[in-house]
């Protein structure tokens, strides 16, 4: 019965008086009993007191909800609507200046300031994209002469169209002048006729240009012949021959002569290639974006060449060079300004590429564009690697890259406000299965425009290392609750071995 009425009496576990006596019922034991047990919890709070200021410490800071501060706000203008309607909002360089660059402050209001559900994606676009099928041509037929060399194939039954070819040869700094004719069928219904004729090419001695392949115009052959005008390739050796030719001790004659090597132009494969199947393919759509380019600075020690540009913040994705010069190559990278913890600013690379345009003899080969993964950055460099050459003579910079747009679900009878710029704020979680299943369907969405933006009154606070996302704070202060969650282990584990058997179980 003690046993009984020591549970009941204390839920901490037996409560002993300070003579040692446990409590018994009856005559105002129970009374003792919990006189007792208050006077125990006052006396144990001391050790608790560091765990009850831990919680309330942190309750304040982890409770806080955030109330978002968009000081920016664009009223919507909604095309003719017959009901309810996806709409979609495309954004411009002025929203893109004053967003986060994850766009998570960008909220659609109505005129009450009800938030209203609404998606971010890029902007999409369907067009007819050609595919090109490739495949080697077999069972050639090979007929060198003295002065060319004869290349014979045909088509199989399944094959496609040929609209271009490539020869593939291992060799390199050559010349060779090649004609491609079609040749008549068996049945006689298809006329030899002359195809095209081109000059295969590669330059590597002064350049990384290369060409292999020859377009061929729409035709209806099933058989082909190739004609090298030459069956050799020369090519010439940096070394020279120097002859002097003395008389009384005097120079009379001093004669040059260059060493030629004349090497048999291998041939590996015929790769054909049919480009005229076309399917329907949905990609993001290019966008222009207004970007202000400093000129261009040529640094003569590192040998290159400096173009800074400032930009509103947009998502870039692409470059295009702009120069007046011919017959080049280079390497070029792109950087961005980044802020190091210590405060400093400095460059980084994001970006490597080639630019290259070369014409000569009618050969024509240019790559002006460079492609990035998209980057919103204000402030952005080109740096073209001039090497010992002269510099470019670069004339501008273009820039674009694909543009995101606000969908949501839109009512006629609504006005609607596009609200973005608190830096500080989360990701909306909103129910978007309506949104989403129009989108499934292939429901194109209306579009909207935006007004002159205007400011709402409120002040976001700017970013900073608050309480809760800041490491050094957590780091130091997890080690403190370690050592305190130890501490309260080994004191209740040498509280449990110091009480009598029955007690400790019970």
């Known amino acids: 019965m003690n ?53 309330l410490f942190l309750t304040p800071s982890l409770a806080t909800g955030q109330s978002l501060q968009n000081p920016w706000s664009r009223q919507v203008s909604l095309p003719d609507l017959e009901g309810e309607q996806l709409v979609a909002i495309p954004l411009d360089d002025t929203v893109y200046e004053h967003t986060r660059t994850d766009l998570h402050d960008v909220r659609i209001l109505t005129a009450a300031g009800d938030a209203v559900p609404s998606l971010i994606r890029r902007r999409s676009t369907t067009e007819d994209q050609t595919v090109a099928r490739r495949w080697t041509a077999k069972n050639v037929e090979l007929r060198p002469d003295a002065d060319q060399i004869e290349l014979f194939f045909s088509l199989e039954k399944e094959d496609p169209p040929v609209t271009s070819l490539t020869v593939d040869t291992p060799l390199v700094n050559f010349e060779q002048h090649i004609e491609v004719w079609q040749t008549a069928d068996a049945a006689g219904t298809i006329e030899p006729k002359l195809l095209a004729g081109s000059l295969l090419f590669d330059y590597s001695q002064y350049m990384n240009v290369r060409r292999l392949t020859v377009a061929l115009p729409e035709n209806d052959g099933r058989s082909f012949r190739l004609v090298l005008k030459t069956p050799t390739a020369e090519q010439q050796s940096s070394l020279k021959l120097l002859t002097r030719e003395l008389q009384g001790g005097n120079e009379t004659k001093t004669t040059e002569q260059f060493l030629v090597e004349r090497r048999p132009f291998r041939i590996d494969r015929i790769q054909l290639e049919n480009a005229r199947v076309t399917t329907t393919v949905t990609g993001y759509r290019n966008q222009p974006w207004d970007i202000t380019v400093s000129p261009a600075a040529d640094d003569p020690k590192e040998h290159q060449t400096l173009m800074e540009m400032t930009t ?54 240019e790559k002006l564009t460079i492609e990035f993964p998209p980057v919103r950055a204000e402030h952005l460099r080109l740096v073209i690697h001039n090497l010992e050459s002269p510099p470019l003579a670069i004339t501008g910079l273009t820039a674009s890259g694909a543009q995101e747009e606000v969908l949501f679900l839109a009512t006629p009878d609504q006005s609607y406000q596009l609200q973005y710029g608190d830096l500080t704020a989360d990701a909306a979680s909103y129910d978007l299965a309506a949104i989403n299943r129009l989108l499934e369907r292939k429901i194109e969405p209306a579009t909207a425009s935006l007004a002159a933006a205007t400011a709402t009154g409120r002040a976001p606070e700017e970013p900073s290392d608050s309480f809760i996302n800041n490491p050094w704070i957590w780091g130091p202060l997890l080690a403190v609750l370690i050592v305190l969650l130890g501490m309260a282990l080994y004191s209740a584990g040498r509280k449990m071995d110091a009480l009598p058997p029955d007690q400790a179980q019970g």
């Open 312 to 365: 509103h913040r947009q998502p870039i994705g692409q470059l295009q060079v702009e120069t007046k010069s011919t017959n080049f190559s280079r390497r070029v990278n792109l950087q961005q300004k980044v802020t190091l913890r210590d405060g400093t600013q400095d460059w980084n690379n994001i970006a490597t590429s080639t630019i290259q345009r070369f014409a000569f003899e009618g050969v024509e080969d």
């Open 3 to 55: 046993r009984v009425f020591q549970r009941q009496a204390c839920a901490h576990g037996a409560c002993r008086f300070p003579n040692g006596e446990t409590a018994r019922s009856g005559g105002g034991g129970g009374l003792s009993v919990s006189i007792h047990c208050a006077r125990r919890v006052k006396d144990m709070a001391p050790g608790r007191i560091p765990w009850l200021a831990l919680i």
